[in-house]
């Protein structure tokens, strides 16, 4: 396990670079600047604007700079955000995010694990087709369009949410389960699959033929084992729920990480894009190192290379 630890970091390192040089490129090959849609102003100050955040430099100064100063763990200023580092923006905005994305989780597990394990128990049956045609319905409605249904239908109708905001305990309901339901879909076919496949093995007729409860096979014997593609899913889920949460927060006026990202790409703030995607792509590679040790105690027969 420590030697895939070390692995692992090993390779991140020239994966980020990739990352970060391909976003670099992208942002400088991007038209227009970040100071662009500002007032208009003569092109004397516009220079000295340039010059005060080092624009002016030829483009491989400024690589080198960017590099330099990512691995020094300083992402810089924000071009739109005046006072503000990308770095404070992350740590204010970010903890929103995962707690979005937290209770996105366990929404997701709690509706997903049992609707697998129903439908693989009614395997062959109508209960089984049901079970899967909800799953595929969550699949097909993403979150920009289940979310605006969620808030016709619970906050404008009914009342029962605030339409927007992050300030109450209900506030985290709407979009927790805007963002949850598509990850409980593939969850629950995930699970049905696993559970089959678990459920056609010796050990499962043994424990039955000793006289153990049904409910005892299911959740006891038959559970962890299927729930290992679940396990493997859940490292590029759970990123995805952190990092693809931009739709929810946007639709929810949520003030999360999301948010940040898609405002400072539409205002070319490319200090805070650039921060941002390197941000994620640390998180994600971290996910899935501790989805990998996850399902290493979960199985130890199991060989990472």
């Avoid at 630890?5 to 090993?10: A, F, G, N, P």
């Avoid at 097909?140 to 979310?147: D, E, K, N, S």
């Avoid at 899913?233 to 739709?247: C, D, E, R, W």
């Amino acid at each position: 396990m420590f030697k895939l630890i070390i692995k692992r970091l090993l390779q991140a390192i020239p994966t980020l670079w990739i990352i970060a040089t391909i976003t670099f490129v992208l942002m400088q090959l991007t038209p227009g600047g970040p100071f662009d849609q500002e007032k208009p102003v003569t092109p004397e100050v516009k220079l000295l604007i340039e010059a005060h955040y080092g624009m002016d430099q030829p483009i491989y100064e400024q690589y080198i700079r960017f590099i330099k100063n990512r691995l020094m763990g300083d992402f810089g200023p924000s071009y739109k955000y005046i006072g503000w580092d990308v770095d404070e923006i992350i740590a204010q905005s970010f903890p929103i995010s995962l707690e979005l994305g937290f209770y996105a989780l366990i929404i997701a597990l709690i509706i997903g694990v049992p609707l697998g394990v129903f439908a693989a128990l009614y395997h062959g049956t109508k209960m089984e087709t049901l079970l899967m045609g909800i799953a595929l319905l969550g699949i097909c409605l993403p979150a920009f369009v289940l979310g605006p249904l969620l808030l016709l239908i619970f906050s404008t109708e009914l009342g029962w949410f605030n339409t927007f905001g992050w300030n109450v305990a209900s506030d985290r309901v709407l979009p927790a389960v805007t963002l949850g339901l598509f990850y409980a879909a593939f969850i629950a076919r995930l699970t049905r699959s696993g559970t089959l496949d678990v459920l056609k093995h010796p050990y499962i007729q043994t424990a039955r033929a000793k006289g153990l409860k049904e409910s005892k096979v299911i959740w006891i014997h038959t559970l962890r084992s299927s729930l290992s593609p679940v396990v493997a899913y859940l490292g590029p889920a759970v990123a995805g729920m952190i990092s693809g949460s931009f739709v929810v927060e946007t639709l929810f006026f949520i003030p999360g990480l999301g948010s940040f990202f898609i405002n400072s790409a539409f205002n070319r703030d490319d200090t805070m894009v650039m921060g941002t995607v390197l941000f994620y792509a640390v998180l994600i590679i971290a996910f899935n190192l501790v989805v990998d040790l996850i399902q290493i105690w979960m199985n130890p027969k199991i060989k990472r290379d």
